[in-house]
């Protein structure tokens, strides 16, 4: 809507595709372009045509391209660009190996330095790559919510690595990536998508967890089960067993030993052999499932269901099944 509004303002055509960059050269994306105005409305911002070449770091815009002055309701004079503070070059240099470390490490981020070297500076798309690959490696190394000062500091590295994407008009030369005071910057939107997504996710895996088959359930029932050597006498009784009755009762008196074999990955695969009574006696699933479930959801493991889901439950049942 923003670009569009632009594109109104200086009569440009309807269909003209246009990008937005800022006294750096560096694009501003159109979704965070509102925000970056109202940070910086004192801001000289340049809006080009998609067909034009992008301008290298002392060269003139070219004549496609209008400049747009975002100014304050005072419209008073801005003045020279903000006084630069001062870095430690010990502390610049440990920032540009970080990043151009981590770069070398990635896939793709040679690629990155070296359309750098040859352009003098970085499109729209390579630019969020780089972003992403950055805020990628920071929250696996850091955590999904990173220091303030490892933030700053990645942001140094950017403009010291690529010293064309410096901002004349910051106190730093990096804000624009990451600024420590507002908390904004690509570096920081970037991150909040990222701890968005994660977030969704574990809650998501959370839910998922705690109603899937590998969750451990409370025994409806304790009291009842049988524990030390009468469980292991139930156990060994159950091999030898052919009464029917008897073998429900201590195939029910054993259910919270046979949940630990299920819960535990290295004896998961010796209920069979433990209680291989499943094999031929039937009901003992629908038992086992009762006491873990309570007999209103029990009741519908055996409920036969219309016919209209047969050919569905087929079709997913194949599109889901693994190779392995």
């Given at each position: 809507?923003?670009?569009?509004?632009?594109?109104?303002?200086?009569?440009?055509?309807?269909?003209?595709?246009?990008?937005?960059?800022?006294?750096?050269?560096?694009?501003?994306?159109?979704?965070?372009?509102?925000?970056?105005?109202?940070?910086?409305?004192?801001?000289?911002?340049?809006?080009?045509?998609?067909?034009?070449?992008?301008?290298?770091?002392?060269?003139?815009?070219?004549?496609?391209?209008?400049?747009?002055s975002v100014s304050s309701a005072s419209e008073q004079d801005t003045g020279p660009p903000a006084k630069r503070t001062q870095l430690s070059p010990d502390r610049a240099t440990?920032?540009?190996?970080?990043?151009?470390?981590?770069?070398?490490?990635k896939p793709g981020g040679e690629k990155i330095m070296?359309?750098?070297?040859?352009?003098?500076?970085?499109?729209?798309?390579?630019?969020?790559?780089?972003?992403?690959?950055?805020?990628?490696?920071?929250?696996?190394?850091?955590?999904?919510?990173?220091?303030?000062?490892?933030?700053?500091?990645?942001?140094?590295?950017?403009?010291?690595?690529?010293?064309?994407?410096?901002?004349?008009?910051?106190?730093?030369?990096?804000?624009?990536?990451?600024?420590?005071?507002?908390?904004?910057?690509?570096?920081?939107?970037?991150?909040?998508?990222?701890?968005?997504?994660?977030?969704?996710?574990?809650?998501?895996?959370?839910q998922n967890k705690n109603g899937s088959p590998s969750s451990v359930r409370e025994i409806l029932h304790p009291e009842e089960q049988l524990t030390g050597d009468s469980c292991r006498e139930a156990i060994s009784f159950l091999t030898h067993c052919s009464d029917k009755v008897l073998i429900y009762e201590k195939m029910r008196k054993t259910f919270q030993y046979r949940q630990q074999l299920v819960h535990n990955s290295e004896k998961m695969t010796s209920v069979l052999s433990v209680f291989p009574r499943f094999l031929d006696t039937k009901g003992l699933v629908n038992q086992d499932f009762s006491l873990l479930f309570g007999s209103d959801t029990s009741s519908k493991l055996l409920e036969k269901w219309d016919t209209c889901f047969k050919f569905k439950i087929i079709k997913e049942a194949r599109s889901d099944r693994s190779d392995g």
């Open positions: 809507m923003v670009l569009r509004e632009v594109v109104e303002k200086f009569g440009l055509p309807e269909d003209l595709i246009v990008h937005v960059y800022d006294d750096s050269g560096t694009e501003i994306d159109e979704e965070v372009f509102g925000e970056t105005v109202k940070l910086k409305p004192e801001m000289c911002y340049i809006v080009k045509d998609i067909g034009a070449e992008f301008p290298l770091a002392h060269s003139s815009p070219s004549s496609c391209t209008d400049t747009l440990d920032a540009k190996e970080l990043v151009k470390n981590i770069l070398m490490k070296q359309e750098y070297w040859e352009k003098r500076t970085l499109s729209d798309c390579t630019r969020r790559q780089l972003i992403n690959m950055l805020v990628a490696y920071m929250t696996e190394d850091q955590g999904r919510i990173p220091a303030k000062e490892m933030r700053e500091k990645y942001a140094l590295g950017i403009v010291t690595l690529f010293p064309s994407l410096k901002d004349p008009f910051s106190i730093k030369g990096y804000e624009h990536f990451y600024d420590t005071e507002s908390g904004t910057g690509y570096l920081a939107w970037r991150l909040k998508t990222v701890q968005r997504k994660t977030l969704f996710q574990s809650k998501e895996v959370k």
